[in-house]
Structure formats: structure tokens, C-alpha cells
């Protein structure tokens, strides 16, 4: 609350209960599909004369001109639901006009702009698949944080973590765009794919989707790999965070974990080691339901010096292993820290629900 | 514990308008806004109405004072109440439910707004609007009263977009990070429009913002 004293408190406009129930029988009378009243049916009248002026005012267009498509709207059954800016999409969806979004569970997207001729979308997190119908008339953009993808009529592929975003296209031509691509924009056909690493200027690849060649390492970006001639060994601790990379890759968090705790123990701070930390933190949480450990790990990668942007993701899963592992002290002290050095931050709803201000 | 309430043990509990046992977490006979966010998306009609119920209060109230007439702000509360229940679904974090209401209804405040404008266009508006000074409690001092009155008389020629951020912060009391969920902007443009408001109020009033 702001520090002085808000009007509100000179001011009496208490709510009555008659007020209060006469509201929810109205809520109540339109949730329930009741027949339409006097008033709805003058406004339906009222405006079909207004749209009958319009329509006599509006000038004939000329023959063969197209209809403008208006925004894209989303599927349900036969009905069309209008995706407003704000929308979020949060399952598979189909649009009205052919093309279609699936979502993997837990993936975030929302419309940021729905018109006739553009419609740009949010990737917050996740995986998300588009079938973008060929030959439309809007402009399809996919923004993603450290890229943006633009598409005119093709399928691919975006899966975006904290560390990583990963563009996978299997039809068609997408553009990608962004400070961390190289040349800030590269162009994808179908069997191309790109990874962008976490704060990673230099991290990206370009390779094909169904290539067997290895894929970068989360951590070559913050460490000594990115600096090494191909003709020099890797170090030891190098080796090890591929090592984990290539396991959590392959979906085997446990070995991915080992190798972690082996790399990290051999290097306390710095980047890398704040990473790794992360990294570690997210596999206890996440794959290994182990929030006690995950815990131990987010505090060792603060404790390593982690770069200003992982910080806040760091304290903001801090907060959530806390809660669940029950130290509920404990959260409420993370999320105290990351309220006071992120304010309003990009984490701070997540922050809210693992730990509930006052 | 909270955020780990589908843990807790629960105990079933049937209450009088109530489509299906409602299962609340034992030691809690209030739960949490999730809870009953997820009730109702499973078409619960109790948790539905205990959501209503929650904040009913908080949205009629806050419309009241933004609106400054009893009927549109009843108008306003069943539209948002209508909306926010039919796009239920669209909340991606069910726990921030309080928020993302009274984000519909300062939305559909904006709009009365607008729609009070076309009327007087028209000459339509035969709207009974109550003033701050009468919204004035009735302990409230005579200078406070004065003030109430002087203030309504500037905040009405100042437009929606900016009164509308102003109040919220001065007369609702919210944060400034609050003002700007509630307005969908961001706290840049929160500021910069509480900052316009604010110097009108200030000029015109011809001193800071009464406490």
C-alpha cells in the first residue's frame, strides 16, 4: 500500500448485501442462457439499424477486390472463439484459418497481436509445434525472447527453456532473428534446425534437425570450451558439463546429475559454475522431485556468482524448491530476497504463487 | 505450506447450493483461490459462487468509488464476473484469480467510461453521479469534505486514461506495480500517466493530493 493513507478511507461507499445478491442474480440469469429481454432485444435492433446505415453508406468495393479475413480466431468444435490480444493459449489449438498450434504440457504462449495481416505470438516457455497454413494472407511472427522467428506457410518446431531455445523446421523456410544469432537473422529451411544457449552471444548452431552430429553444449558459451581450438583436448571439467549435457539431452537426468555435481565440485564460482548449479537445481526439481537437493544447489549457484539475468531466475526457483519442500520460513525469506533485488520482475508472478505476499 | 494444498489431506463437504461434494483441505475451511478456480472450471457451481462471494465486494466497491454511481458499477461487477467465469479457462495461473478480475473490471470501468462519453455526445447522459465529497464518510472532518469536493470537481475534467491510474493509486491505495497490472500497462506507463494526472491535480487544486 502506498504510504500515505489512501482516500478510500474518508470515503463510504460499503457494498450492501442486497447489492451484492442482486448482482449475483443477474450473473446468475445471464450464465444461464436466460430468454432475451426487453433491453437486449432494443440494443440487437439498435444496431442492426446501425448497421444497416453503415452498410447503405459504405462504398461499393470494387469487384474482385478481396475481403479482408479479419483476425484469426481458435476452433472450438464448430464455434469460433476470437484470440484477442492477451489470449493465452494453453492446448493444442486449431485456427480458423487452416493453420493449427499443438502445446506440450506446461508449454506458455499468448497473442500478442491478432489482425487481418499480422498475428504475433509469445513463447514464454516450452514446446510448441506450428502448421501454418501456406499462402495466407497475415504475417506470422513467434517471439521468443533472445528471437524472433517469422514464417510465412511452413511447419516447425520451438522449444524454449530457461537455458535454451531450440528452432526445428520441417517444411518450409523460417527466418530467425535476433542479437544472439549469428548475423542477427539466419534463414531455415525444411531439415534445419538452430540452438540458442543461455546468454550465449557465440552459443548457437546451425546443423540438420536429423543430423547425428553432436549437439552444443548449455555451457560452452560461459566456459573455456567456446575458446578452444578443435585440436586441443577439452579440460577435464569441460568434459564433464558435456558429459551432462549429452545426458540430460538423451533424457537421463540421473547421469545428468552425477556429472553436474562432479563438475561443479571441481570449480566454485564463476558463470559456468553458477549454471551448472542452476542447471542441477532444475533437474532435482524438475525430473528428480528432489526439491531438498534442489534447494542446495540453487543456493550454491548464488553462492557462485551467477550473471544478473540468471540471478533472478536462480532466487525465483529458490523460492519454489523452498516451498516444496516444505520450508515455508524459508520461501518467504527467498521470496523477500528476490522481491527486493528484482522488483516487478519477470519472475515475480511466479514468485507470488509459490510464496503469496501479504 | 500454501501452493501445497492437493496435498493435504481432505475431507468432503457438502454446503446447500452445491451441484457435487466439494472436497476441502482439512484445517482449512477457506480455500485457496486455485482451488476453487479449478472447482469451477470442472463446473462446479459452488465454487463459483464462493469466488462471487469473495470478491463481489472488493469489485462492486472499488467500481463504486472509480464509477461514482451505484448502478453502473453493479453493471460493471456482472460483466466482469460474466467474463472472467466464461474465459476461466484462459487463466494460465489460478492463483493470481484476484488479480486478473480486477483487471476485467477496471477494463469495464474504462469502458462505462467511453460509454458515458457517446452518451453525452448525444445528450443522452441522464446519469445520477455521485461526487467524492458525497461519497464522503460520515466522520470524514468538514476540511477533509472540502478537499473531497474540490477534488472530484478537478478529477472530472481530467480524461479515464489518466484518472483512472491516479485513483487507483490515491484513492484505492495500490501499488504502483499494482496500478500497472490493473491497467495492463506498463509501470513506465503507469508512472508517466499518474504523473500527468497528478500535475493537473496539482495545479488546478493548487497543492499536493489531500491525505
Given at each position: 500500500m502506498t504510504p500515505h493513507r489512501p482516500l478510500r478511507e474518508h470515503l463510504d461507499a460499503r457494498t450492501t448485501e442486497q447489492e451484492i445478491l442482486d448482482v449475483w442474480r443477474r450473473v446468475r440469469e445471464k450464465r444461464g442462457g436466460r430468454r432475451l429481454r426487453y433491453p437486449a432485444v432494443l440494443a440487437v435492433l439498435v444496431a442492426a439499424l446501425?448497421?444497416?446505415?453503415?452498410?447503405?453508406?459504405?462504398?461499393?468495393?470494387?469487384?474482385?477486390?478481396?475481403?479482408?479475413?479479419?483476425?484469426?480466431?481458435?476452433?472450438?468444435?464448430?464455434?469460433?472463439?476470437?484470440?484477442?490480444?492477451?489470449?493465452?493459449?494453453?492446448?493444442?489449438?486449431?485456427?480458423?484459418?487452416?493453420?493449427?498450434?499443438?502445446?506440450?504440457?506446461?508449454?506458455?504462449?499468448?497473442?500478442?497481436?491478432?489482425?487481418?495481416?499480422?498475428?504475433?505470438?509469445?513463447?514464454a516457455n516450452g514446446?510448441?509445434?506450428?502448421?501454418?497454413?501456406?499462402?495466407?494472407?497475415?504475417?506470422?511472427?513467434?517471439?521468443?525472447?533472445?528471437?524472433?522467428?517469422?514464417v510465412v506457410g511452413t511447419e516447425f518446431s520451438l522449444e524454449r527453456s530457461a537455458n535454451e531455445l531450440r528452432v526445428e523446421v520441417r517444411h518450409g523456410v523460417v527466418l530467425v532473428r535476433g542479437e544472439d544469432v549469428p548475423d542477427h537473422v539466419r534463414r531455415l529451411v525444411a531439415g534445419e534446425s538452430l540452438s540458442l544457449t543461455a546468454a550465449a552471444p557465440a552459443a548457437s548452431s546451425v546443423g540438420a534437425a536429423s543430423s547425428a552430429a553432436p549437439e552444443p553444449s548449455a555451457f560452452s558459451d560461459v566456459g573455456a570450451v567456446k575458446s578452444q581450438s578443435p585440436k586441443d583436448p577439452p579440460d577435464p571439467t569441460s568434459a564433464l558439463y558435456a558429459e551432462a549435457d549429452r545426458a540430460r539431452r538423451a533424457g537421463n537426468a540421473k547421469e545428468a546429475t552425477e556429472f553436474l555435481e562432479r563438475a561443479v565440485a571441481t570449480e566454485a564460482v564463476g558463470h559456468r559454475a553458477a549454471l551448472g548449479c542452476f542447471t542441477l537445481g532444475r533437474l532435482y526439481l524438475e525430473e528428480l522431485g528432489a526439491p531438498g537437493a534442489a534447494a542446495r544447489a540453487f543456493e550454491r549457484s548464488l553462492r557462485a556468482g551467477p550473471p544478473r539475468g540468471l540471478e533472478e531466475d536462480v532466487r525465483a526457483r529458490l523460492v519454489e524448491a523452498r516451498a516444496k519442500m516444505g520450508d515455508s520460513d524459508g520461501a518467504r525469506r527467498a521470496a523477500s530476497e528476490y522481491r527486493a533485488r528484482f522488483p516487478g520482475g519477470r519472475r515475480a508472478a511466479d514468485v507470488e504463487r509459490w510464496n503469496p505476499g501479504e | 505450506m500454501r501452493g501445497f494444498a492437493a496435498k493435504r489431506p481432505t475431507v468432503d463437504v457438502t454446503t446447500a447450493d452445491l451441484d457435487a461434494p466439494v472436497r476441502l483441505p482439512l484445517g482449512s475451511v477457506r480455500p485457496t483461490d486455485a482451488e476453487l478456480v479449478q472447482r469451477a472450471l470442472e463446473?462446479?457451481?459452488?465454487?463459483?459462487?464462493?469466488?462471487?462471494?469473495?470478491?463481489?465486494?472488493?469489485?462492486?466497491?472499488?467500481?463504486?468509488?472509480l464509477l461514482g454511481s451505484a448502478d453502473d458499477a453493479a453493471d460493471v461487477a456482472q460483466d466482469s464476473f460474466l467474463t472472467a467465469f466464461e474465459k476461466l479457462g484462459t487463466l494460465r495461473d489460478a492463483s493470481t484469480f484476484k488479480t486478473w478480475l480486477m483487471q476485467i473490471a477496471v477494463r469495464n470501468v474504462h469502458r462505462r467510461f467511453r460509454r458515458r462519453r457517446i452518451l453525452r455526445w448525444f445528450g443522452l447522459d441522464d446519469l445520477d453521479e455521485t461526487t467524492l465529497e458525497g461519497m464522503a464518510s460520515a466522520d470524514a472532518p468538514l476540511e477533509v469534505r472540502a478537499d473531497l469536493g474540490a477534488l472530484g470537481r478537478v478529477l472530472s475534467t481530467i480524461p479515464p486514461t489518466l484518472r483512472l491510474p491516479w485513483m487507483l493509486r490515491h484513492v484505492e491505495g495500490h501499488e504502483l506495480t499494482e496500478v500497472a497490472a490493473l491497467c495492463d500497462c506498463s509501470l513506465a506507463t503507469a508512472k508517466r500517466r499518474i504523473g500527468l494526472a497528478e500535475s493537473r491535480v496539482a495545479r488546478k487544486f493548487g497543492s499536493a493530493v489531500p491525505e
Amino acid at each position: 500500500m502506498t504510504p500515505h493513507r489512501p482516500l478510500r478511507e474518508h470515503l463510504d461507499a460499503r457494498t450492501t448485501e442486497q447489492e451484492i445478491l442482486d448482482v449475483w442474480r443477474r450473473v446468475r440469469e445471464k450464465r444461464g442462457g436466460r430468454r432475451l429481454r426487453y433491453p437486449a432485444v432494443l440494443a440487437v435492433l439498435v444496431a442492426a439499424l446501425l448497421v444497416a446505415v453503415v452498410v447503405a453508406r459504405t462504398p461499393v468495393e470494387p469487384v474482385g477486390k478481396a475481403e479482408a479475413p479479419g483476425p484469426l480466431a481458435a476452433l472450438h468444435g464448430s464455434e469460433e472463439v476470437p484470440l484477442s490480444g492477451g489470449a493465452e493459449l494453453v492446448h493444442s489449438t486449431d485456427l480458423s484459418d487452416g493453420s493449427r498450434v499443438g502445446m506440450r504440457p506446461g508449454a506458455r504462449l499468448s497473442v500478442l497481436e491478432n489482425s487481418d495481416h499480422t498475428f504475433v505470438t509469445h513463447l514464454a516457455n516450452g514446446h510448441a509445434d506450428f502448421t501454418v497454413k501456406p499462402g495466407g494472407p497475415r504475417r506470422w511472427v513467434v517471439e521468443c525472447g533472445r528471437a524472433t522467428i517469422e514464417v510465412v506457410g511452413t511447419e516447425f518446431s520451438l522449444e524454449r527453456s530457461a537455458n535454451e531455445l531450440r528452432v526445428e523446421v520441417r517444411h518450409g523456410v523460417v527466418l530467425v532473428r535476433g542479437e544472439d544469432v549469428p548475423d542477427h537473422v539466419r534463414r531455415l529451411v525444411a531439415g534445419e534446425s538452430l540452438s540458442l544457449t543461455a546468454a550465449a552471444p557465440a552459443a548457437s548452431s546451425v546443423g540438420a534437425a536429423s543430423s547425428a552430429a553432436p549437439e552444443p553444449s548449455a555451457f560452452s558459451d560461459v566456459g573455456a570450451v567456446k575458446s578452444q581450438s578443435p585440436k586441443d583436448p577439452p579440460d577435464p571439467t569441460s568434459a564433464l558439463y558435456a558429459e551432462a549435457d549429452r545426458a540430460r539431452r538423451a533424457g537421463n537426468a540421473k547421469e545428468a546429475t552425477e556429472f553436474l555435481e562432479r563438475a561443479v565440485a571441481t570449480e566454485a564460482v564463476g558463470h559456468r559454475a553458477a549454471l551448472g548449479c542452476f542447471t542441477l537445481g532444475r533437474l532435482y526439481l524438475e525430473e528428480l522431485g528432489a526439491p531438498g537437493a534442489a534447494a542446495r544447489a540453487f543456493e550454491r549457484s548464488l553462492r557462485a556468482g551467477p550473471p544478473r539475468g540468471l540471478e533472478e531466475d536462480v532466487r525465483a526457483r529458490l523460492v519454489e524448491a523452498r516451498a516444496k519442500m516444505g520450508d515455508s520460513d524459508g520461501a518467504r525469506r527467498a521470496a523477500s530476497e528476490y522481491r527486493a533485488r528484482f522488483p516487478g520482475g519477470r519472475r515475480a508472478a511466479d514468485v507470488e504463487r509459490w510464496n503469496p505476499g501479504e | 505450506m500454501r501452493g501445497f494444498a492437493a496435498k493435504r489431506p481432505t475431507v468432503d463437504v457438502t454446503t446447500a447450493d452445491l451441484d457435487a461434494p466439494v472436497r476441502l483441505p482439512l484445517g482449512s475451511v477457506r480455500p485457496t483461490d486455485a482451488e476453487l478456480v479449478q472447482r469451477a472450471l470442472e463446473g462446479n457451481a459452488w465454487a463459483e459462487e464462493a469466488l462471487y462471494r469473495r470478491y463481489a465486494e472488493l469489485v462492486i466497491g472499488t467500481a463504486k468509488r472509480l464509477l461514482g454511481s451505484a448502478d453502473d458499477a453493479a453493471d460493471v461487477a456482472q460483466d466482469s464476473f460474466l467474463t472472467a467465469f466464461e474465459k476461466l479457462g484462459t487463466l494460465r495461473d489460478a492463483s493470481t484469480f484476484k488479480t486478473w478480475l480486477m483487471q476485467i473490471a477496471v477494463r469495464n470501468v474504462h469502458r462505462r467510461f467511453r460509454r458515458r462519453r457517446i452518451l453525452r455526445w448525444f445528450g443522452l447522459d441522464d446519469l445520477d453521479e455521485t461526487t467524492l465529497e458525497g461519497m464522503a464518510s460520515a466522520d470524514a472532518p468538514l476540511e477533509v469534505r472540502a478537499d473531497l469536493g474540490a477534488l472530484g470537481r478537478v478529477l472530472s475534467t481530467i480524461p479515464p486514461t489518466l484518472r483512472l491510474p491516479w485513483m487507483l493509486r490515491h484513492v484505492e491505495g495500490h501499488e504502483l506495480t499494482e496500478v500497472a497490472a490493473l491497467c495492463d500497462c506498463s509501470l513506465a506507463t503507469a508512472k508517466r500517466r499518474i504523473g500527468l494526472a497528478e500535475s493537473r491535480v496539482a495545479r488546478k487544486f493548487g497543492s499536493a493530493v489531500p491525505e
